[in-house]
C-alpha cells in the first residue's frame, strides 16, 4: 500500500504564502515514494491546485457539507471543491468536532457527499484524553467509525485518520505499542464482516504531532498508512522530510 502523507494547513496561508508553500513541497516531491497532500483553506484551494496542476502533489479540502447545494450560507459542497481542483477532503476533524458540534451522523453524510461528487474523504477519529486515560480508547473510535463510515467507504477508497484530540498541536504522541494496538484494532473494524478485502485496503492514516524527528518510527508501526500532519505541513521542509520517512519505512503491505 502506497503510503499518503496529507498535510493539514487548517486556517493558515494567505495567497502569496500558500502558494510558496505548495511550490516547495512540488518542488522537493521528486523521488517521494509517498502520495502527497496538501488541504489548503478553502479560499486557496483554486490557486494552489492551478499551481500544482503537472506535480504529483494532490489538493484536498478540510471539510464539506453534506448537500450538494442550497441555502447554506458560508458552506461549500463537495462538488465546488471537486470543481475547484481538489481530489481528497478532510472530514470529522477533532476541531470541526469540538468548535461545529459535528456528529458522527454528520460527518457520515459528508463522506456520502464527497464520495457521490468524486473526492476521497479522509474521515478522522480519535479519543480525548480523558476517554484514553478511562481506558475507553478502543470502544469511543470503534464507535466513531461505526457512525462516520458509510456502507460502501471501504469498497471506494476512503481513507481513515486516527487523530487521538490530545495529540493534536501538543506535541506529545501516543506510544508507538499504543498507535500499532490502535490501527490495528481499526483495521479489525474494517475487515470485519462483508468488507473484507476492502477494507484490508483502506488507508489508516496516524495524525497528532507528527514530525521530522517521530515520523519514522511512528509510519513503521503495522497498520500506519501514512500521516496526517497539521503543524508540519506549514514548513515545506518538515512536511518533505516526514514524507522521505514513510518512503524510507520498512516493507509495506
Ligand atoms: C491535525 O490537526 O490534523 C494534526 C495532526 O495537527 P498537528 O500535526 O499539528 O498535531
Not at 504529483?56 to 471537486?82: F, I, N, Y
Not at 495524525?207 to 515545506?236: F, M, R, T, Y
Amino acid at each position: 500500500m502506497r503510503p499518503l502523507i496529507a498535510g493539514n494547513w487548517k486556517m493558515h496561508g494567505l495567497r502569496a504564502e500558500g502558494l510558496a508553500l505548495a511550490r516547495a513541497v512540488a518542488a522537493g516531491a521528486g523521488g517521494v515514494a509517498a502520495e502527497l497532500l496538501v488541504c489548503p483553506p478553502a479560499t486557496l484551494i483554486a490557486a494552489v491546485a492551478e499551481a500544482l496542476a503537472g506535480t504529483p502533489v494532490a489538493v484536498g479540502g478540510q471539510d464539506c457539507h453534506e448537500r450538494e447545494k442550497g441555502p447554506h450560507t458560508g458552506d461549500v459542497s463537495a462538488p465546488m471543491l471537486a470543481d475547484a481542483g481538489a481530489r481528497y477532503v478532510i472530514l470529522g476533524h477533532s476541531e470541526r468536532r469540538a468548535e461545529h458540534g459535528e456528529t458522527d451522523a454528520q460527518v457520515r453524510a459528508k463522506a456520502m457527499a464527497a464520495l457521490a461528487a468524486g473526492l476521497t474523504p479522509i474521515v478522522c477519529v480519535g479519543e480525548s484524553e480523558a476517554q484514553r486515560l478511562a481506558g475507553e480508547a478502543e470502544p469511543v473510535v470503534a464507535r466513531q467509525l461505526a457512525g462516520s463510515l458509510p456502507e460502501d467507504f471501504a469498497v471506494q477508497g476512503g481513507v481513515v485518520a486516527y487523530e487521538p484530540v490530545w495529540a493534536i498541536g501538543t506535541g506529545r504522541t501516543p506510544t508507538e505499542t499504543d498507535i500499532a494496538a490502535m490501527h490495528g484494532a481499526i483495521r479489525a473494524q474494517l475487515t470485519r464482516g462483508t468488507g473484507g478485502p476492502a477494507g484490508a485496503r483502506v488507508r489508516i492514516l496516524y495524525g497528532g504531532s507528527v514530525k521530522p524527528g517521530n515520523a519514522a518510527a511512528i509510519l513503521s508501526q503495522p497498520d500506519v498508512d501514512g500521516a496526517l500532519v497539521g503543524g508540519a505541513s506549514l514548513v515545506a521542509a518538515d512536511f518533505l522530510a516526514i514524507a522521505a520517512a514513510a518512503g524510507a519505512s520498512p516493507a509495506r503491505r
